[in-house]
């Protein structure tokens, strides 16, 4: 047992009573990684582990601060997605278009974390650019799942949930921009939660759907998740977007009783489709909700079928357009020498794109497309405001919406590739989260005969994390 088994709550401790150094968690991650490389069959959840670069960072933050045990992580190491900016390390957002780009600036959430005491360790491997629910679209390889490594580990932070649960990081930064944080933490066994929209800057985050994007903490407990996203939340003028509210401090509410809450069961959300023991495990922590003392009332969400149409066109809408700048000159590696500027683009991207990258910039560039734009994209951002209005009804009556996170457990490595259709369909509980721009948490509630972790899906109205902590950590301390 090394310190990378342990949470960020009992490594902050050691570190105040100065009974460990940072230097000594990173080692025992490193030791970690390498015994895993050694596996049959890796987890592969690094793309970048780079020794003497984080023993850096740790330096320069225990040399500036002087005051370390004063901050909030108190020195304890964080392993980043790879589509959030690290100076001096490599950001290549798990596509071979950017695998020599070196970042010459640090993320607004990076700088936080920084400041609170927490040292960047390491670069998550994920699906290219965000875009996939398995983790098999990463140029750098699929991701396993710790708990069946013939299974994916969930995506497109396939990578950060991965090694949190396999012990292979203490807690990990991820993205969601339709479940990425949610799904890859309810299949991994671990906590994820995506805040509300506008809560932690963008700046530095690399774009995939700017509308939905957001960061949040993927960690072993959700104490952990409270205190790395009080970490890195804040208002930033660098990011229009970013809301100008407090963050209160979310580790007061965990384990905090939850008895004047009523939670919302959709019934959209436990149709058609729904894994039976996903099903049974899910009503079993609905169960544990109401003895802790919480109302029920059943919901309609009555849009949510058009869930997947209106994500799946406004994301690669705002994709096509994001991705644009990467061509070979502005961003991205120049893999031809031609003067014709057309040939350039093409080959530049023909060659630095896989497939569900190229699938999805082609998808949105002809959604936006003068004879289709009504058609599609207008149409679907009237969808998208009454799904937000759905929820905005559902709040009215209920502090909580609880759901399934996946239809369906962990699947096998390679089982839905060649059906991407299929793999779209199977983010529908997590979409609809991103559409609204609600925070939502993934707490896991138990496992399937087959050893896999199922998820709650907890959302809560805008801001309120709090309360998503509070009952996560009512179905954490009754599933452990
Ligand atoms: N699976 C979704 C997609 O491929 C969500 C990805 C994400 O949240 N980054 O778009």
């Not at 500036?64 to 980043?80: D, H, W």
């Not at 398995?134 to 090694?163: C, L, M, Q, T, W």
């Amino acid at each position: 047992m090394g310190l990378n088994d342990l949470s960020i709550e009992k490594l902050r401790d050691l570190l105040k009573k100065k009974e460990i150094s940072v230097m000594d968690i990173v080692r025992d991650i490193e030791a970690g990684i390498a015994q895993d490389d050694k596996h049959e069959l890796p987890l592969n959840a690094y793309i970048n582990f780079d020794i003497n670069r984080i023993k850096k960072e740790a330096g320069d933050l225990i040399g500036n601060s002087g005051k370390i045990e004063n901050t909030l992580l108190k020195g304890v190491p964080i392993a980043i997605k790879d589509l959030i900016n690290v100076i001096h390390t490599p950001t290549t957002c798990g596509s071979n278009i950017l695998k020599n780009y070196v970042s010459p600036y640090d993320a607004t959430a990076i700088t936080l974390l920084k400041k609170n005491g927490g040292v960047p360790s390491g670069k998550l491997n994920m699906d290219e650019f965000a875009m996939g629910s398995s983790n098999e679209n990463s140029y750098f390889g699929a991701v396993r799942n710790p708990h069946d490594r013939s299974k994916i580990p969930g995506g497109s932070s396939g990578g950060p949930a991965s090694a949190v649960a396999g012990n292979l990081a203490v807690a990990a930064l991820g993205t969601d921009t339709g479940g990425s944080i949610r799904q890859p933490a309810s299949m991994c066994g671990v906590f994820g939660i995506k805040p509300t929209y506008g809560r932690v800057s963008r700046y530095g985050l690399v774009a995939y759907a700017s509308s939905f994007d957001q960061i949040g903490p993927i960690t072993k407990t959700v104490m952990d998740g409270a205190l790395l996203l009080e970490a890195v939340s804040g208002y930033d003028p660098k990011d229009s977007t970013s809301a100008n509210v407090e963050t209160p401090v979310f580790s007061d509410y965990v384990g905090k009783s939850i008895g004047d809450l009523t939670i919302g069961i959709p019934d959209e959300y436990f149709g058609e489709g729904l894994d039976d023991e996903v099903r049974t495990i899910v009503e079993q922590g609905i169960s544990t909700l109401k003895e802790a003392g919480t109302g029920v009332k059943r919901i309609k969400l009555s849009y949510t079928k058009y869930a997947i149409a209106t994500y799946y066109i406004i994301a690669t809408a705002e994709a096509s357009s994001n991705l644009a700048r990467f061509d070979g000159i502005r961003y991205g590696t120049r893999y031809v020498k031609t003067e014709d500027l057309e040939t350039l683009y093409k080959e530049n991207r023909s060659i630095g794109f896989g497939d569900e990258v190229k699938r999805r910039i082609l998808l949105g560039t002809f959604t936006l497309s003068s004879g289709y734009y009504d058609a599609y994209y207008l149409k679907a951002q009237k969808a998208r405001t009454l799904i937000r209005e759905d929820f905005t009804q559902a709040f009215d009556e209920v502090d909580i919406i609880v759901t399934p996170v996946s239809p369906i457990p962990a699947w096998d490595l390679g089982q839905m590739v060649d059906d991407p259709l299929q793999m779209y369909l199977s983010d529908i509980y997590t979409v609809p989260v991103n559409l609204a721009g609600l925070p939502a948490a993934s707490v896991n509630c138990g496992k399937t005969s087959g050893g896999l972790p199922v998820g709650l899906q907890l959302i809560a109205n805008h801001f309120n994390e709090s309360d998503i902590f509070r009952t996560a950590s009512v179905v954490e301390g009754k599933v452990g």
